[in-house]
């Protein structure tokens, strides 16, 4: 069982910064690639970013791409995601995924955390 707690959420200007974090129980976290989501009110969850267990392949949806960077500190067992230049429809709740298969980021993930609120002002 792995439990996984984001953090560093928050209301943010546009044009701004936020770098979420996501750390995880237990002593496998490299076992596992690392996917970030986001919901907006009224729409589906979305892919945001992807990592594989050694962080050596990242992938980004279209929409973050250039903007977003994600990465992980296994001795830390913390997944981070750095999003700068935040636009107004990156508001959502973003949480954090785990995934044991190493197949890329559309593989089903088996522990989602919470979420953590981000909220970009115009």
């Known amino acids: 069982q792995v439990q996984l707690v984001e953090s560093g959420g928050g209301l943010v200007q546009a044009g701004g910064s936020l770098r979420l974090s996501c750390t995880a129980s237990?002593?496998?976290?490299?076992?596992?690639?690392m996917g970030w989501f986001r919901q907006a009110p009224g729409k589906e969850r979305e892919f945001v970013a992807y990592?594989?267990?050694?962080?050596?392949?990242?992938r980004y949806a279209d929409s973050v791409k250039g903007r977003f960077t994600i990465s992980r500190d296994n001795a830390k067992n913390t997944v981070y995601l750095q999003m700068n230049s935040l636009k107004p429809e990156d508001t959502a709740v973003y949480s954090c995924?785990?995934?044991?298969?190493?197949?890329?980021?559309?593989?089903?993930?088996?522990?989602w955390g919470q979420g953590t609120q981000v909220t970009v002002s115009s």
């Open positions: 990592i594989s267990r050694s962080g050596g392949v990242t």
């Open positions: 995924a785990a995934t044991l298969s190493n197949l890329g980021p559309t593989t089903p993930y088996d522990y």
């Open positions: 237990g002593r496998t976290f490299s076992r596992y690639a």
